[in-house]
């Protein structure tokens, strides 16, 4: 039986020397290493709990002042008093939120933002202990007349906040009523003050502002000094002007094409001294003007 054939049988080449199996050395290290080691690693540990404690717990990263820039109906003072209600809260359950890196943004923009509705709100933590806050306030566009009670709308339809009549004086902004209120805007729920609530559309907004700033300039001696919305359904809204008498426009024109058959009216077919008898002129079916 030749050499070959034993080995396809599976028997060994008794000429093939073992291979030697080598086994990974095993390393001691001498008490001086293993000292030198437990050094280090309490070194570590001694760094990075006392980064933790100045960097979390010290005084110096403790906010100790607030930076207001841009409000003007919003006070310094009312700024502090939400920045403390904040940082006398705890974060994670231990740490104080006075430390500048622990302070919540996130949940004092949510505070702010339930008192004051800002157009947009920044929070920047400018280091090592200030907290600057920059705010866009909402700027009135419209004065909604409910009854007694006045609000400021906002360029969105939404309330600003409740008035009183003083604002109008200081405001020159258009006032404007609303005869039937849906159930979901309640003049009871609109007395609450409840900011953000939307009443109007933003397109029914600047078709008011637009038509109240331009008809002085169309037609000279003429104002507008309120709006009357008869139902929020409906595009019809009426203009009352200082003579007494009103204008029907309707908001799905354009205002200038509006204005523009009231000044021709006006030019052609009604003479001056006549308004003072006129009750309405429609505006409403295009180059069909109706009055009386």
């Not at 599976?10 to 199996?21: A, F, N, V």
Request: hydrophobic share 35%; glycine share 4%.
């Amino acid at each position: 039986m030749t050499k070959n054939r034993w080995l396809k049988k599976g028997w060994l080449d008794y000429h093939q020397k073992p291979k030697r199996i080598r086994f990974p050395r095993a390393y001691h290290l001498t008490g001086r290493a293993k000292w030198r080691r437990r050094l280090s690693i309490g070194l570590i540990i001694l760094v990075i709990t006392g980064g933790g404690y100045f960097l979390f717990c010290s005084d110096y990263f403790k906010i100790q002042k607030t930076i207001l820039k841009g409000g003007e109906k919003i006070t310094t003072q009312e700024i502090e008093s939400l920045v403390n209600q904040i940082s006398n809260q705890k974060r994670f359950l231990i740490f104080s939120q006075k430390n500048i890196f622990l302070f919540n943004k996130n949940q004092f923009k949510r505070i702010i933002s339930g008192k004051y509705n800002f157009q947009d709100l920044k929070i920047f933590k400018k280091l090592p202990s200030k907290l600057e806050i920059e705010i866009k306030e909402r700027l009135p566009f419209l004065i909604l007349v409910q009854g007694e009670n006045l609000w400021f709308l906002d360029d969105k339809g939404q309330i600003l906040e409740k008035i009183s009549e003083e604002e109008i004086v200081k405001n020159s902004l258009p006032l404007v009523s609303v005869s039937n209120i849906p159930n979901n805007l309640t003049v009871s729920a609109l007395c609450s003050g409840q900011k953000g609530q939307k009443i109007l559309s933003e397109e029914r907004v600047y078709f008011i502002v637009e038509t109240f700033r331009k008809l002085p300039s169309k037609i000279e001696n003429l104002k507008i000094v309120s709006f009357k919305i008869p139902d929020l359904k409906e595009s019809k809204i009426i203009a009352k002007t200082q003579e007494e008498w009103e204008i029907y426009l309707d908001e799905n024109f354009t205002t200038e094409e509006q204005l523009n058959n009231l000044y021709l009216i006006l030019k052609e077919k009604i003479k001056k001294e006549e308004r003072k008898n006129l009750k309405y002129i429609d505006l409403r079916f295009g180059e069909k003007i109706y009055y009386k």
